[in-house]
């Protein structure tokens, strides 16, 4: 079983930045970021090609969110500028194994296989 430990959660002011950062014990084929906001289903946030580094992001945080690797620390990133209080949520970092055709992850949770602990982002207006 794959483990996953997230970091870099916290509580920042709107326009802001954080970074989020998620170590993982094995490679697998697509990492992402998802969050659940209070009330609200879990949606996916930012996903990676971890073999070819080709990304998705939701409408939402284009221009703003970037997801990265580093592959020879096996962890994968999601730096967060121009923070808005509708990014506060619990962010999780997900992994998901297997073949991946077209090199973009999908940023649907249910492919994902394991899921790290979370971290809270919480954003002040």
């Known amino acids: 079983q794959v483990q996953l430990v997230e970091s870099g959660g916290g509580s920042v002011q709107a326009g802001g930045s954080l970074r989020l950062s998620c170590v993982v014990s094995?490679?697998?084929?697509?990492m992402g970021w998802f969050r659940q906001a209070p009330g609200k289903e879990r949606e996916g946030v930012a996903t990676?090609?971890?073999?070819?580094?080709?990304?998705y992001y939701t409408d939402s945080v284009k221009g703003r969110f970037t997801i990265s690797q580093d592959n020879a620390k096996n962890t994968v990133y999601l730096q967060m500028n121009s923070l808005k209080a509708e990014d506060t949520a619990i962010y999780y970092c997900?992994?998901?194994?297997?073949?991946?055709?077209?090199?973009?992850?999908?940023?649907?949770?249910?492919?994902?296989?394991?899921w790290g602990q979370g971290t809270q982002v919480t954003v002040s207006s």
């Open positions: 990676i090609f971890t073999y070819g580094g080709g990304t």
């Open positions: 094995s490679r697998r084929v697509c």
């Open positions: 997900a992994a998901k194994g297997g073949i991946e055709v077209g090199g973009i992850c999908s940023g649907n949770e249910f492919l994902y296989n394991d």
